[in-house]
């Protein structure tokens, strides 16, 4: 399995920006689509964006659609995720997860590989 630790969180009040970062050791890291996920306090974790292989396509989920936008860099073994315009809402703990899937997988079951989560708190 591949490693991943995330980076990047923190407080920010809303409208703000962050981004998180995921660094992957162990596997070959083009080898693996990646994932964000994010988990509320008593909610499921629940599907924020995915991004193939190659970097060539990506997919949100429609309560972060034209706000996040992630991105990889392979020679970097390197997944970002540039959260803007934040609100209180995306508070929450955020995973990033390897799939070795090929399609855009936005379930948690299709992922084998998963971070420890990183903090980001929107003020309001």
């Known amino acids: 399995q591949v490693q991943l630790v995330e980076s990047g969180g923190g407080l920010v009040q809303a409208g703000g920006s962050l981004r998180l970062s995921c660094a992957a050791s162990?596997?070959?890291?083009?080898?693996?689509?990646m994932g964000w996920f994010r988990q509320a306090p008593g909610k499921e974790r629940e599907f924020v964006s995915v991004?193939?292989?190659?970097?060539?396509?990506?997919y949100y989920a429609d309560s972060v659609k034209g706000r996040f936008t992630i991105s990889r860099d392979n020679t970097k073994n390197t997944v970002y995720l540039q959260m803007n315009s934040l609100k209180p809402e995306d508070t929450a703990v955020y995973y990033c997860?390897?799939?070795?899937?090929?399609?855009?997988?936005?379930?948690?079951?299709?992922?084998?590989?998963w971070g420890q989560g990183t903090q980001v708190t929107v003020s309001s």
């Open positions: 991004i193939t292989r190659n970097g060539g396509t990506t």
């Open positions: 997860a390897a799939t070795t899937g090929i399609l855009l997988h936005t379930s948690v079951s299709s992922y084998s590989s």
């Open positions: 162990g596997r070959t890291f083009s080898n693996y689509g």
